[in-house]
């Protein structure tokens, strides 16, 4: 059964280890990930873009597949399903479609429109026993076409934010999604320490947690971040798997173009990865 986020988050972050956020994107990527938590014996977040949201034919089509598999694979971990960079709308779909987690994007917005739609999204959340994550300071990233820093959160709109009774905040600290570029200056720690310092024991997100060096993500967790977003390298491993099976001519020996065949290298890859990502949050048998 779907969990909200808001226990294992709080259990994080009293515990110093951060929760995984892997995003889906089908099937493969689902079971994958589901494997991983299981066999770690991790609690999970399956992150959920409105894209990908789109892709997999909504969000009632992701909802049954997530529940099927729990039953199914038999899961015993706590699982959450959530909605990455929300909009309103998007929010209230999943809400409705069945989510037990939603993220409400709002940073793009004047921090006053920011603040009056993350309070409706609170208490429509609270009703539901749903949790909700917001955002502060937008995340950079190359689609947006920052590249050097990404922008840093201003602590007392955090504080602002927080004090709304959002159950954990994403808050820009030079992170930005994607690859990350060779100018990249790095995590601004004296911002998330100002703002864990504004907003206490509130669960604090990372996103973009592709190639940020592990010293960094072990501080990042020390700092009060209980919830890191990773996505782009499970892409990459998956595509690289992928590559080198069709490389390696596999497809072509026997029924080796069958999906089921073609798709596992890049599978096991993902199960590798987030295996080795839930090692380096700490978050292995934190489920048991």
């Avoid at 399956?46 to 899961?75: D, R």
């Avoid at 037990?100 to 709002?106: E, L, R």
């Avoid at 096991?268 to 048991?288: D, N, Q, R």
């Amino acid at each position: 059964m779907l969990v909200s986020a808001k226990e294992m988050l709080q259990k994080a972050k009293a515990g110093h280890y951060a929760v995984g956020q892997f995003n889906i994107n089908n099937l493969e990527w689902t079971k994958a990930i589901l494997t991983a938590a299981e066999e770690t014996k991790s609690p999970v977040i399956l992150g959920v873009s409105e894209g990908a949201g789109k892709y997999m034919c909504g969000y009632k089509t992701v909802v049954g597949m997530v529940n099927g598999m729990l039953e199914e694979m038999n899961i015993t971990v706590p699982v959450a399903l959530h909605l990455d960079h929300g909009s309103y709308d998007g929010c209230m779909k999943c809400i409705e479609a069945g989510f037990s987690s939603v993220m409400f994007d709002g940073s793009h917005y004047p921090i006053e429109e920011n603040v009056a739609k993350t309070k409706e999204l609170v208490a429509i959340c609270a009703e539901k026993g749903l949790s909700l994550e917001a955002e502060v300071g937008a995340i950079g990233g190359e689609e947006d076409g920052v590249v050097g820093m990404g922008e840093c959160a201003d602590p007392n709109e955090c504080k602002m934010v927080a004090d709304l009774g959002v159950d954990f905040l994403a808050a820009g600290i030079g992170n930005i999604h994607g690859k990350y570029p060779a100018n990249w200056q790095g995590l601004s720690f004296e911002t998330l320490d100002a703002i864990q310092q504004l907003t206490g024991d509130l669960p604090l997100v990372l996103h973009g947690g592709t190639g940020i060096p592990d010293d960094m993500i072990k501080r990042a967790i020390d700092l009060g971040v209980s919830k890191i977003n990773v996505n782009t390298e499970c892409q990459l491993v998956f595509a690289e798997a992928t590559r080198k099976y069709i490389e390696a001519g596999k497809d072509l020996e026997g029924k080796g173009f069958d999906p089921r065949k073609l798709l596992k290298p890049g599978a096991e890859a993902i199960v590798a990865k987030v295996k080795e990502k839930m090692e380096l949050f700490g978050s292995v048998g934190k489920a048991e």
